[in-house]
């Protein structure tokens, strides 16, 4: 969705505070595509500080369907964004470039959908886990240890570690 901030640049430099509907249904992370399920209208205000500088304000709250990071079991993952960016339409290509503004702002126009998608990112958690004590996957047969056990041998002991492991069974309380 295209906001025209000509409004905003005017001499009269009436300021945007409206809702708008998000048209970004999918979202592409690191060669994976998400599907977002749920979406609000994204809360948009853009204030004219001076000259061609603006403040560009937003909140929204999005649902994104997402395999958890140890069994892969799909995972409804909840993202509230609430952003705030100052933004210099007066700077120079190399300048935007560093700030990354180029791409949400192309002349008298903001992409809100770029904009959302840059917040995504910036707002992605580390890990995403189907709950706090997930089990994960066997390294061997692949079943969700959160289903059941599995009947393979456990091979993840490091041999080296044999010895470290003796001390901790002759010395261990009853």
């Not at 809360?43 to 369907?65: S, Y």
């Not at 339409?89 to 998608?117: M, P, R, S």
């Amino acid at each position: 969705m295209l906001v025209n901030l000509s409004d905003v640049l005017s001499e009269r430099h009436t300021p945007i505070n409206t809702d708008v509907e998000l048209e970004l249904n999918e979202v592409s992370i690191q060669s994976e595509n998400y599907q977002i399920t749920d979406k609000q209208p994204v809360h948009l205000e853009v204030i004219h500080q001076k000259g061609r500088e603006l403040t560009i304000k937003g909140q929204t709250r999005l649902v994104i369907k997402v395999p958890c990071d140890r069994c892969l079991k799909t995972v409804s993952e909840e993202l509230e964004l609430d952003f705030s960016k100052d933004v210099n339409l007066d700077e120079t290509d190399a300048d935007q470039t560093e700030k990354d503004e180029t791409n949400y702002i192309d002349g008298y126009y903001l992409d809100v959908d770029q904009l959302l998608y840059n917040e995504i990112l910036i707002g992605w958690p580390m890990k995403i886990l189907c709950c706090g004590d997930c089990k994960g996957i066997c390294n061997v047969c692949g079943q969700n240890l959160n289903e059941g056990a599995c009947d393979c041998e456990d091979t993840s002991l490091d041999p080296r570690m044999s010895v470290v492991r003796d001390l901790f069974k002759n010395f261990k309380e009853v």
